[in-house]
């Protein structure tokens, strides 16, 4: 996917490959809607409905816990408020008495300090104990909404993860989660703080002298306007600086994803021009978003000074005229340095309120998606299941285009039958349905004579296995990958089921034998060897019936010639599809049955249908034919 400088998307989703310019943005925009911020909602509108219930479900549990938080971060916030009105008192009725020739008590003032460390060590002690109680909600809210998405994302059905893209399923469990996490870290000390000590002030403002509040009343809109103005541009700024970075991310991905492709066509120079746009794309973001926060900041700061100038003065004339006294003047003063700090700070915290807002949205989205191939609420047991399929007038479409219409067929138990057919002829989909991937839209796909809806999943698929063309080995040793069916297997049945398939001369032969690590996606062997290990992991599983979806067509023809020995075990006494384009392994079966359009044309012994002269034996020459 190439894009010039001027033509890059706005969000990282992939596009058709024959769409440039224009055409790839508008479609990149289309696909990513639900991924885009939208602003100008203010901060109660940025939590939608179910991220409100998402939220609530994760707080839920610790409402004690953050009951005792909110009743000591008031002890705290109460104890900053308490400071200022001590010192008045410490000036106005401590110090006095010791202006009068120094005969008067020293009790008042020293009765004041003490309360000042008094109520500095509880203020203190209270904010301590709300981080520590904060920290660890954090952390189990953290820990519980990892578990659920993770949990959630294995639930989903296949449709699911075809449909979203593997970047947006990673950003969801890392950088949205983490977004939430830095929220509960950081944005709720500084929200609660900042929204008490300023009401608080603002009360305790007033009612120590109204006239003195007056300036204060005047720089409010002063701060409102400014606030607002802030606000607004932060959100753009904070959208585009998300963008950028995804920009950023998806074509450093992208290039490295396709490297061989980079250096074969000698790309590297037209990439790093690409990239290095990216980048300074982010970068101009980035000053745009610190040249909000260096003009908000001073700007609520000059307000402040400006202020606290005018109060000064004022409060200076109001003192000399005795309307004022000078403690009252030095605890307003005070107040009044407290009052515009939490502002900056619940600046710095809106971002942080934006990114979180936006990934709990994106979250609570996926938490809701449903999971089109449900368990029942009351399954059926499956015990000893014998392995014959029946597909009942079942129907399927594939995002409204119909693939499978009135689709029957009969799989008796033990028979092996290939499905063939040219390219969007259904087989995959047959394959899909059989090992319920996917459930149909009409009819019914029935193993012994039970609608596979009506079996738990987890007790299906131990009754039938897919064995795919892509078989994934998971990092590991050999013997954990064939046993990954069944976890609990004794090594002895381990190898056995290698020995059984033809795997086990070249596992022995390995470093480690069984032990050996296959690293990352099996790279350690070969696609022939990765196929066998597939195998003797679906023997060991011991199922009913057994999938075999285009499982030899990535083989070369000596480790295709291995394989099919290892297949006539495989499939020994069990029911069998095989979906194969490449007709060696379609020999083997008792019957075929091709398909065109979604629809049986012909059906039989394999070698009855080639004598027919129909589809099958033309598809058997040509397979003939490509071989010479």
Request: hydrophobic share 45%; charged share 20%.
């Amino acid at each position: 996917m190439i894009f010039e400088p001027d033509e890059v998307p706005d969000v990282d989703h992939d596009v058709p490959l024959d769409l440039t310019g224009d055409a790839a943005v508008d479609a990149w925009r289309g696909v990513a809607a639900e991924d885009v911020d939208e602003p100008g909602r203010g901060l109660a509108g940025m939590l939608r409905s179910r991220s409100r219930r998402l939220l609530g479900s994760l707080l839920r549990p610790h409402r004690r816990s953050l009951a005792l938080a909110a009743l000591l971060i008031t002890c705290n916030v109460a104890a900053q408020l308490a400071g200022p009105l001590l010192v008045r008192e410490g000036i106005d009725n401590g110090i006095p008495p010791l202006l009068d020739g120094g005969s008067g008590s020293l009790r008042p003032l020293l009765t004041v300090v003490v309360a000042l460390v008094a109520i500095t060590l509880l203020g203190a002690a209270s904010f301590n104990g709300f981080l520590m109680i904060t920290g660890r909600i954090g952390q189990d809210v953290l820990l519980d909404l990892r578990r659920r998405v993770f949990v959630h994302f294995q639930d989903l059905s296949m449709s699911f993860h075809e449909k979203y893209t593997s970047g947006r399923v990673i950003s969801r469990q890392t950088s949205d989660v983490e977004a939430l996490g830095e929220m509960l870290k950081f944005g709720i000390v500084t929200l609660a703080t900042s929204t008490l000590l300023i009401a608080g002030i603002a009360v305790v403002l007033v009612v120590l002298n109204a006239q003195l509040a007056i300036p204060i009343l005047v720089a409010l809109p002063v701060l409102w306007v400014l606030t607002r103005w802030f606000r607004g541009q932060s959100e753009r700024a904070y959208r585009a600086t998300r963008d950028a970075i995804a920009l950023v991310i998806v074509h450093f991905v992208e290039s490295l994803g396709g490297i061989q492709a980079v250096h074969a066509f000698r790309r590297e120079p037209r990439n790093q021009e690409i990239f290095e746009h990216l980048d300074d794309r982010y970068r101009q973001a980035n000053v745009w978003s610190q040249r909000l926060a260096g003009t908000y900041g001073p700007g609520v700061q000059l307000v402040g000074r400006l202020t606290t100038a005018i109060v000064i003065f004022y409060g200076g004339w109001l003192a000399i005229d005795g309307k004022v006294s000078v403690g009252v003047l030095a605890a307003f003063l005070l107040y009044l340095r407290r009052f515009f700090e939490p502002m900056q700070e619940l600046s710095q915290f809106y971002n942080l309120f934006q990114a979180s807002a936006a990934g709990l949205e994106k979250l609570s989205g996926v938490l809701d998606e449903d999971a089109t191939v449900a368990s029942p609420a009351n399954p059926v047991t499956l015990t000893h299941a014998s392995g014959a399929l029946r597909f009942d007038a079942v129907g399927f479409a594939y995002r409204e285009r119909p693939v499978l219409t009135d689709f029957d067929l009969d799989v008796p138990a033990g028979e092996t039958i290939a499905i063939v057919g040219a390219t969007g002829a259904g087989k995959t989909t047959v394959a899909r349905l059989a090992a319920r991937f996917w459930d149909p839209t009409s009819g019914r796909v029935m193993l012994d004579g039970v609608d596979l809806r009506e079996f738990d999943a987890l007790e299906l698929h131990r009754a039938i296995v897919t064995v795919t063309q892509e078989n994934f080995l998971f990092t590991g040793s050999v013997a954990e990958n064939i046993g990954l069916g069944r976890p609990d297997a004794p090594r002895a049945d381990v190898e056995a089921a290698a020995r059984a398939i033809g795997a086990h001369d070249f596992i022995s032969a390995l470093p480690d034998g069984y032990d050996t690590d296959v690293h990352q996606k099996g790279a350690r062997l070969s696609a022939g060897q990765r196929q066998l290990v597939a195998f003797a992991r679906a023997f060991l599983a011991d199922p009913a019936a057994l999938i075999l979806d285009e499982a030899t067509s990535s083989l070369d023809i000596p480790s295709e010639r291995l394989v099919q020995r290892a297949l006539r075990t495989l499939l020994a006494d069990r029911t069998a599809v095989i979906i194969a384009h490449r007709l060696t392994t379609v020999e083997i079966a008792d019957r075929v049955v091709v398909l065109e359009r979604g629809r049986i044309v012909e059906d039989g012994p394999p070698r009855e249908l080639i004598d027919r002269g129909g589809e099958y034996a033309g598809l058997h020459q040509a397979w003939l034919d490509s071989l010479v």
